[in-house]
């Protein structure tokens, strides 16, 4: 079993910066890659950011291109999501996700481990 737990959610003003942080523990981290994804109230879980088992591999959705990178420390067990020039519809909450596939993927439902998630609000 694999535990994922996020942290550094926050309120945040438009136009600032936040890094949203996932720990991971209980199995190998280096075999698994990472999804974040963010969900806002009365909306479908959407797909944010996916990085690679090594972290040679990045993908970041339309919708915050430019704006987010993922980066991982496998020494660290850590996956982090760093969010540059938030706009309120930024705000959600926010969650890693893991699966044992080295390729990319952005449904929700390909992932077998989640965090409990994190509550990211921008302010305008």
């Known amino acids: 079993q694999l535990q994922l737990v996020e942290s550094g959610g926050q309120l945040v003003q438009a136009g600032g910066s936040l890094s949203v942080s996932c720990a991971a523990s209980?199995?190998?981290?280096?075999?698994?890659?990472i999804g974040w994804f963010r969900q806002a109230p009365g909306k479908e879980r959407e797909f944010v950011a996916h990085?690679?088992?090594?972290?040679?591999?990045?993908y970041i959705a339309d919708s915050v291109k430019g704006r987010f990178t993922i980066s991982r420390d496998n020494a660290k067990n850590t996956v982090a999501l760093q969010m540059n020039s938030l706009k309120p519809e930024d705000t959600a909450v926010y969650y890693c996700?893991?699966?044992?596939?080295?390729?990319?993927?952005?449904?929700?439902?390909?992932?077998?481990?989640w965090g409990q998630g994190t509550q990211v609000t921008v302010s305008t």
């Open positions: 996700a893991a699966k044992s596939s080295y390729f990319l993927a952005t449904s929700p439902l390909t992932y077998s481990y």
């Open positions: 209980g199995r190998t981290f280096s075999r698994y890659s």
């Open positions: 990085i690679s088992c090594n972290g040679g591999s990045t």
